[in-house]
T-cell receptor, first 113, second 114 residues
Framework: DADVTQTPRNRITKTGKRIMLECSQT?????MYWYRQDPGLGLRLIYY???????NKGEISDGYSVSRQAQAKFSLSLESAIPNQTALYFC????????????FGPGTRLLVL | GNSVTQMEGPVTLSEEAFLTINCTYT??????LFWYVQYPGEGLQLLLK?????DKGSNKGFEATYRKETTSFHLEKGSVQVSESAVYFC?????????????FGAGTQVVVTP
C-alpha cells in the first residue's frame, strides 16, 4: 500500500461548489503539505502543517482552507471553486529532522468548469 | 525573494545519451539544493540533494554539484534510459523560520527515445 494516499484521484466540479481533497499517510510523519502544480509554474505551496495544532499559509493560500484532523490526515478545501483552481494537487509529508525530504502522494487532478 | 530557474523542456534525447539539465538559483542565505523527479502519473520523489557549497549529490547515476560561485546545481547523467523519461524539478530550501519549505523550479520534461 502507498504511504501517502490522496482521494479522489480525479474530480470535476462546477464553479461555486465546495469540494474537499483528502490526504492520508501511514509514514508517521509530523509535517504535511499541500501543493498545486500548474504547467510551466512548477509546484507552489498552499498550506503546511508542522503538527496537528500548527497550520501555516503558504504562498498561494487565498481561496483554500485546510484541516489537520489527526497526525495522519490533512484535508484541503476549496470553499467556492473557480476555474483558475483547475490544477494538479499534491499532498506531501516529511519528518521534523529532515523536512526537505518530502514524500508525495500521487496527486488529485481537479477540473473546475 | 528566493527563486529557482531551470532550462525549459522538453529535452528529447536518445537512450544512452548524456543528460544535462541546468538549474540556477537566487537566495538570500545559504540554501540546501535538491533535485526531485516526477515519473508519469506519479508524485514527486527526491532524487538527490546537497546542503553546502561544493557538495556533490548523487543517486542512481545522476549527479549535481552545488556551485555557490555560479549559484548553480546542474543535473547530469552519463547514459540515460527510456525509463528515466520524467519531469525533473530543481528546488531549494533555506534554513530559517520556513524550515522545510521547498521552492521549486518550473520543471524540465525529459523524453528519452529508444
Amino acid at each position: 500500500d502507498a504511504d501517502v494516499t490522496q482521494t479522489p484521484r480525479n474530480r470535476i466540479t462546477k464553479t461555486g461548489k465546495r469540494i474537499m481533497l483528502e490526504c492520508s499517510q501511514t509514514k508517521g510523519h509530523d509535517r504535511m503539505y499541500w501543493y498545486r502544480q500548474d504547467p510551466g509554474l512548477g509546484l507552489r505551496l498552499i498550506y503546511y502543517s508542522f503538527d496537528v495544532k500548527d497550520i501555516n499559509k503558504g504562498e498561494i493560500s487565498d481561496g483554500y482552507s485546510v484541516s489537520r484532523q489527526a497526525q495522519a490526515k490533512f484535508s484541503l478545501s476549496l470553499e467556492s471553486a473557480i476555474p483558475n483552481q483547475t490544477a494538479l494537487y499534491f499532498c506531501a509529508t516529511s519528518v521534523t529532522g529532515a523536512p526537505e525530504t518530502q514524500y508525495f502522494g500521487p496527486g488529485t487532478r481537479l477540473l473546475v468548469l | 525573494g528566493n527563486s529557482v530557474t531551470q532550462m525549459e523542456g522538453p529535452v528529447t534525447l536518445s537512450e544512452e545519451a548524456f543528460l544535462t539539465i541546468n538549474c540556477t538559483y537566487t537566495a538570500t542565505g545559504y540554501p540546501s539544493l535538491f533535485w526531485y523527479v516526477q515519473y508519469p502519473g506519479e508524485g514527486l520523489q527526491l532524487l538527490l540533494k546537497a546542503t553546502k557549497a561544493d557538495d556533490k549529490g548523487s543517486n542512481k547515476g545522476f549527479e549535481a554539484t552545488y556551485r555557490k560561485e555560479t549559484t548553480s546545481f546542474h543535473l547530469e547523467k552519463g547514459s540515460v534510459q527510456v525509463s528515466e523519461s520524467a519531469v525533473y524539478f530543481c528546488a531549494l530550501s533555506e534554513r530559517s523560520d520556513s524550515w522545510g519549505k521547498l521552492q521549486f523550479g518550473a520543471g524540465t520534461q525529459v523524453v528519452v527515445t529508444p
